[in-house]
């Protein structure tokens, strides 16, 4: 009867030590990015526009699924109106115009997609490419880390409708869920590039899930302030940062995923994650909140046909970057293939007090040419020390990406989930 309890104990202990590896990196017991992702946005023929989206709108709208709309020029939905978009509806943004999408503070986008019928905003031209048109803004009035109750975005748009921030993290802007943006972040002259989407402000009752971004000129997802929760995010091949996070952010970002290539860089940054908590010092009131950023079960992946070929030629960065006065909290995530995983601005001193804000709880880091360092500085071992105790039991690998994922080569439908065979027998050497 001992034997007998002592293999049901093992047996349950094996159990256990394999599911509890399968909540590494995005989860989920079948794959989330069936049916509502494109993975080849480029060579969809998504139809010719029927109507034009054009001006303000200041009164309740809805867009029709029966119809193509093309978006044109800078669209600001004022006046407390709500814009609400059916599920499996085309929105095209104008390449000529510039086109963007504005949701004014005390307005709401009502984005609400279907696994099945996902609402696409894409670019207008025939041969489709990063930046064509400019992007989707939302402005709410949660606090951010600035002076004063408000700001206001600078992307050559009308400053009395670009305004965000106050006082009310519950604030809500509305809905995105199921819901793909292509080809954004057309660059503005002497002002840098637009955001595929840009959150401002935004509150924690806004739901953002299911959302993916495809070859974004500039940053897939850019959040400057507010109180807020993402879920099932995807940012595929971005020029510039997959998800920023700046000015008093206050967010929990949840089963996410950013995908790299070594080939698409921008000179304002390319990274998986981006936290900072000001541009400039003078520009924030250090008695608000700095910025928060609490990210579990995310995947940061660079998907390079030659990972090891573009490492060392110097091809690969950082995949998170941390600013001083800024707090990250990572568990149960995957960063693969970077050079190196994450990077400290060389401003935040290595100590107890800081390292206590910059948390890496339960990773997996496979392939990259080192693990944490500051910047401009090559000796690591501290750092190498501090996030190697096992009371953080963070876990570290060098496999192929090719042994490191379910189905990686699926053009059509890749499957970014860990291979947990590969993962349990590591932890068992």
Same mark, same amino acid.
């Given at each position: ?112 997609? !279907? #696994?099945?019928?996902? /609402?696409? $905003?894409?670019?207008?031209? @025939? +041969?489709?490419?990063? =930046? ?75 739901? !953002? #899930?299911?959302?993916? /971004?495809? $070859?974004?000129?500039?940053? @897939? +997802?850019?959040?400057? =302030? ?204």
């Amino acid at each position: 009867m001992k034997n007998c309890t002592q293999i049901i104990s093992m047996f349950l202990l094996v159990i256990c030590s394999v599911n509890a590896q399968q909540e590494k990196g995005i989860t989920g017991s079948t794959n989330w990015l069936n049916n509502w992702t494109e993975f080849k946005p480029n060579k969809v023929d998504y139809g010719e526009a029927n109507q034009i989206l054009a001006g303000n709108i200041a009164v309740n709208t809805k867009l029709l699924k029966k119809n193509i709309y093309r978006l044109q020029g800078s669209v600001f939905v004022t006046n407390n109106a709500i814009l609400t978009i059916e599920p499996g509806t085309v929105i095209i943004g104008d390449y000529e115009s510039s086109a963007c999408l504005v949701i004014t503070k005390g307005a709401t986008l009502l984005a609400e997609g !279907l #696994e099945t019928d996902p /609402i696409v $905003f894409t670019s207008n031209r @025939s +041969v489709k490419k990063a =930046g064509d048109w400019g992007g989707i803004i939302i402005l709410g009035d949660a606090p951010t880390n600035k002076f004063g109750s408000a700001s206001s975005v600078n992307y050559d748009l009308d400053n009395s409708l670009t305004s965000y921030g106050g006082a009310n993290s519950s604030s809500n802007s509305g809905v995105l869920r199921f819901v793909r943006i292509e080809f954004a972040g057309k660059k503005i002259k002497g002002l840098g590039n637009f955001n595929a989407l840009l959150l401002a402000g935004v509150g924690n009752k806004t739901i !953002l #899930e299911n959302i993916m /971004i495809s $070859f974004s000129a500039g940053n @897939s +997802v850019e959040v400057l =302030g507010g109180d807020l929760n993402m879920n099932k995010m995807v940012s595929l091949k971005s020029s510039s940062d997959d998800y920023k996070f700046n000015f008093g952010t206050q967010c929990r970002i949840d089963n996410s995923l950013a995908i790299r290539s070594s080939y698409l860089t921008s000179n304002s940054g390319s990274r998986c994650i981006d936290v900072a908590s000001y541009d400039k010092k003078e520009e924030v009131d250090f008695t608000k909140k700095q910025t928060l950023v609490t990210a579990t079960n995310l995947t940061l992946i660079n998907n390079s046909e030659n990972l090891n070929v573009d490492i060392q030629s110097g091809l690969v960065k950082e995949a998170v970057y941390i600013a001083e006065n800024s707090s990250v909290e990572f568990k149960r995530s995957v960063i693969s293939g970077f050079n190196p995983a994450v990077l400290l601005n060389n401003k935040i001193e290595i100590n107890g007090e800081n390292l206590k804000k910059i948390k890496f709880e339960a990773m997996y880091f496979n392939f990259c040419k080192g693990n944490i360092f500051t910047e401009f500085n090559s000796n690591n071992e501290d750092l190498e020390n501090w996030y190697g105790n096992s009371a953080f039991s963070n876990v570290y690998s060098q496999s192929d990406n090719k042994e490191t994922f379910i189905d990686l080569l699926n053009e059509k439908r890749p499957d970014f989930r860990l291979r947990i065979a590969k993962i349990t027998a590591l932890n068992n050497h």
